[in-house]
C-alpha cells in the first residue's frame, strides 16, 4: 500500500512538472499543443537517404523517445510509424532563445524537425537539427524505458500504450493489415466476390458457442451478434453465387485470454462444385503464397520454431495422426471398452458417456494436437461431431472435413457440405436425442 501511494505521489509531481512547461511555453507565446505540420519525409527515408558529405535538408516529426542534455548539447531519439532515429541539438547552431526552448521538451512529446545527416564516433546516422518545432506537450510519463511495458493485463488494456512502447507490436500490426490485404487480392484473383453479412442474427447459427443478446426495440425481439457468418453465406451459394468470401468480425460470449477475444476476426469462405480436397489445396496455396509475397521466403520463425509454409503440407488421417504420436491404433481398435481403457491409460480424465468417437477426439486434443509445429492437415473426422458434413464415400461413420494445425494451434476448419435434406435431417434428431 505504501508503495502505491509513494507512485501516485511521483506521478502527480511528474504530471505538475509537465504542466509548468506547458504554462511557460505559453508564456512565450507559443502553443505547446501545436497544430499543422509539413513533415516531408519519414524517418525511414532519411536513413536509407544518408550518403557522406550530403547536405539535404531533411523535414520530420515523431515522438521523443530518448532525450539527453549536457551543457549546450542535446541528443534523443525520434520514432514515427517508420521507424526510430537519432537528432542532435546544439545551442551554437539553434541559438540561445531556441535552446531554451528545448529544455522544455521532453521523453513523449511530438516534436518536428529539420536538418542535415552525419554521422556520430559510433557510426549511428543523426539528424543534425537546424529548426525545430514542439508539436504536443505529453502530460503523463511513459513507462520507464529500461523494461518498458511489461505487464500483459496493462498492454492489452491499454493498447495504445504498448504500441508506444513495443516496437514490434506496432509491426504486427502494420503486418496484420498487409495479411488481410494479400488474403482479397488472392481471393478475388480466385474468382471470389467479397460480401458483407448481417452481424445481428435472429437465430443462433453457424458454430457451437455462447452469444452475445441484444434487444431491437422497435421489433421487441431478441437478436444474437453473430458467432459465425456460415449460414447467410450458404445462402448466397444457394441464390447462385459460386466463390463468395467474408472477412468479419464474430462475437463470442465466452472465456478470455492472449488467445481468446470474445470479439474476434474471422474469414469464412464458400465455393460451388467442390469438395475439402480442394479447400485444402486453397488454403495451402494461399498461406505459402502470403508468406512469399509478404517475407519473401517459405521459412519463418514462430516463437521457438522455424515453421516451413512451402507446398507441399502434410496430410494424415485423425487416426493415423493419433498411431503416430501415442502408438494406439484406432483403425483396429474399434471398440469403446478398449478405447476408455486407452484414455484413461494415457492421464485422460474420461467422461462415462463419452462415445467411442468423442473419445478418439479427446485422445488426439489431449497427446497429438499440441505436437503439430509444421502445416498439417488432419481429415477423417466422425460424423458425430461433424453434423454439417458430406459423408465419405464408402463410409457410415466419417465425413470429407479437415482442421488445419501450425504450431499446435487449430487455425482452419473445412468439410465438403452435406447437402442431402434427408441425411441432415436424420442427423439433427440424433443431435436432438443425444
Given at each position: 500500500?505504501?508503495?502505491?501511494n509513494?507512485?501516485?505521489?511521483?506521478?502527480?509531481?511528474?504530471?505538475?512538472?509537465?504542466?509548468?512547461?506547458?504554462s511557460?511555453?505559453?508564456?512565450?507565446?507559443?502553443?505547446?499543443?501545436?497544430?499543422?505540420?509539413?513533415?516531408?519525409?519519414?524517418?525511414?527515408?532519411?536513413?536509407?537517404?544518408?550518403?557522406?558529405?550530403?547536405?539535404?535538408?531533411?523535414?520530420?516529426?515523431?515522438r521523443?523517445?530518448?532525450?539527453?542534455?549536457?551543457?549546450?548539447?542535446?541528443?534523443?531519439?525520434?520514432e514515427?510509424?517508420?521507424?526510430?532515429?537519432?537528432?542532435?541539438?546544439?545551442?551554437?547552431?539553434?541559438?540561445?532563445?531556441?535552446?531554451?526552448?528545448?529544455?522544455?521538451?521532453?521523453?513523449?512529446?511530438?516534436?518536428g524537425?529539420?536538418?542535415?545527416?552525419?554521422?556520430?564516433?559510433?557510426g549511428?546516422?543523426?539528424?543534425?537539427?537546424?529548426?525545430?518545432e514542439?508539436?504536443?506537450?505529453?502530460?503523463?510519463?511513459?513507462?520507464?524505458?529500461?523494461?518498458?511495458?511489461?505487464?500483459?493485463?496493462?498492454?492489452?488494456?491499454?493498447?495504445?500504450?504498448?504500441?508506444?512502447?513495443?516496437r514490434?507490436?506496432?509491426?504486427?500490426?502494420?503486418?496484420?493489415?498487409?495479411?488481410?490485404?494479400?488474403?482479397r487480392?488472392?481471393?478475388?484473383?480466385?474468382?471470389?466476390?467479397?460480401?458483407?453479412?448481417?452481424?445481428m442474427?435472429?437465430?443462433?447459427?453457424?458454430?457451437?458457442?455462447?452469444?452475445?443478446?441484444?434487444?431491437?426495440?422497435?421489433?421487441?425481439?431478441?437478436?444474437?451478434?453473430?458467432?459465425?457468418?456460415?449460414?447467410?453465406?450458404?445462402?448466397?451459394?444457394?441464390?447462385?453465387?459460386?466463390?463468395?468470401?467474408?472477412?468479419?468480425?464474430?462475437?463470442?460470449?465466452?472465456?478470455?485470454?492472449?488467445?481468446?477475444?470474445?470479439?474476434?476476426?474471422?474469414?469464412?469462405?464458400?465455393?460451388?462444385?467442390?469438395?475439402?480436397?480442394?479447400?485444402?489445396?486453397?488454403?495451402?496455396e494461399?498461406?505459402?503464397?502470403?508468406?512469399?509475397t509478404?517475407?519473401?521466403?517459405?521459412?519463418?520463425?514462430?516463437?521457438?520454431?522455424?515453421?516451413?509454409?512451402?507446398?507441399?503440407w502434410?496430410?494424415?488421417?485423425?487416426?493415423?495422426?493419433?498411431?503416430?504420436?501415442?502408438?494406439?491404433?484406432?483403425?483396429?481398435?474399434t471398440?469403446?471398452?478398449?478405447?476408455?481403457?486407452?484414455?484413461?491409460?494415457l492421464?485422460?480424465?474420461?467422461?462415462?458417456?463419452?462415445?467411442?468417437?468423442?473419445?478418439?477426439?479427446?485422445?488426439?486434443?489431449?497427446?497429438?494436437?499440441?505436437?503439430?509445429?509444421?502445416?498439417?492437415?488432419?481429415?477423417?473426422?466422425?460424423k458425430?461431431?461433424?453434423?454439417?458434413?458430406?459423408?465419405?464415400?464408402?463410409?457410415?461413420?466419417?465425413?470429407?472435413?479437415?482442421?488445419?494445425?501450425?504450431?499446435?494451434?487449430?487455425?482452419?476448419?473445412?468439410?465438403?457440405?452435406?447437402?442431402?435434406?434427408?441425411?441432415?435431417?436424420?442427423?439433427?434428431?440424433?443431435?436432438?436425442?443425444?
Open positions: 500500500m505504501e508503495k502505491e509513494i507512485n501516485s505521489s511521483n506521478l502527480n509531481q511528474i504530471i505538475e512538472s509537465k504542466m509548468e512547461k506547458v511557460e511555453i505559453r508564456e512565450l507565446g507559443l502553443e505547446p499543443f501545436g497544430r499543422k505540420y509539413d513533415k516531408q519525409h519519414n524517418v525511414d527515408y532519411i536513413l536509407n537517404s544518408y550518403e557522406e558529405n550530403c547536405e539535404t535538408v531533411f523535414k520530420t516529426a515523431g521523443i523517445m530518448s532525450y539527453r542534455r549536457q551543457g549546450k548539447n542535446g541528443f534523443g531519439h525520434i514515427d510509424l517508420s521507424g526510430k532515429m537519432q537528432y542532435y541539438v546544439k545551442k551554437d547552431e539553434i541559438g540561445e532563445e531556441a535552446y531554451e526552448l528545448y529544455k522544455k521538451v521532453g521523453v513523449g512529446d511530438f516534436l524537425i529539420e536538418g542535415i545527416l552525419f554521422k556520430t564516433s559510433t549511428e546516422i543523426t539528424l543534425r537539427v537546424k529548426k525545430f514542439i508539436l504536443t506537450k505529453n502530460i503523463r510519463p511513459l513507462p520507464e524505458k529500461f523494461h518498458g511495458l511489461t505487464d500483459v493485463e496493462t498492454r492489452y488494456r491499454q493498447r495504445y500504450i504498448d504500441l508506444i512502447m513495443n514490434e507490436v506496432k509491426d504486427t500490426f502494420i503486418m496484420r493489415s498487409k495479411i488481410i490485404n494479400q488474403i487480392i488472392f481471393l478475388q484473383n480466385k474468382g471470389f466476390l467479397e460480401v458483407e453479412t448481417p452481424m442474427h435472429p437465430i443462433l447459427g453457424g458454430a457451437s458457442a455462447k452469444p452475445f443478446v441484444t434487444h431491437h426495440n422497435t421489433l421487441d425481439m431478441e437478436l444474437y451478434l453473430r458467432i459465425a457468418p456460415e449460414l447467410y453465406l450458404k445462402k448466397l451459394i444457394v441464390g447462385g453465387y459460386e466463390k463468395v468470401f467474408e472477412l468479419n468480425r464474430s462475437f463470442r460470449n465466452e472465456g478470455i485470454s492472449t488467445r481468446h477475444n470474445p470479439e474476434f476476426t474471422m474469414m469464412e469462405l464458400y465455393q460451388a462444385y467442390a469438395d475439402y480436397n480442394d479447400m485444402m489445396d486453397l488454403t495451402e494461399l498461406i505459402s503464397s502470403l508468406a512469399m509478404l517475407h519473401g521466403k517459405d521459412v519463418l520463425p514462430y516463437e521457438n520454431e522455424m515453421i516451413n509454409y512451402a507446398k507441399p502434410k496430410r494424415i488421417t485423425i487416426k493415423d495422426a493419433i498411431k503416430e504420436h501415442t502408438g494406439y491404433d484406432f483403425n483396429t481398435i471398440t469403446l471398452e478398449e478405447t476408455r481403457e486407452i484414455a484413461k491409460k492421464g485422460i480424465q474420461v467422461d462415462e458417456k463419452a462415445s467411442y468417437y468423442k473419445l478418439i477426439i479427446e485422445i488426439f486434443e489431449a497427446k497429438v494436437e499440441e505436437k503439430l509445429i509444421q502445416p498439417t492437415f488432419i481429415t477423417e473426422y466422425p458425430e461431431i461433424s453434423p454439417l458434413a458430406k459423408l465419405k464415400k464408402d463410409s457410415t461413420d466419417y465425413v470429407d472435413r479437415f482442421e488445419l494445425f501450425i504450431y499446435g494451434r487449430e487455425l482452419g476448419n473445412a468439410y465438403s457440405e452435406l447437402n442431402d435434406p434427408v441425411d441432415q435431417k436424420e442427423r439433427f434428431e440424433e443431435q436432438v436425442k443425444a
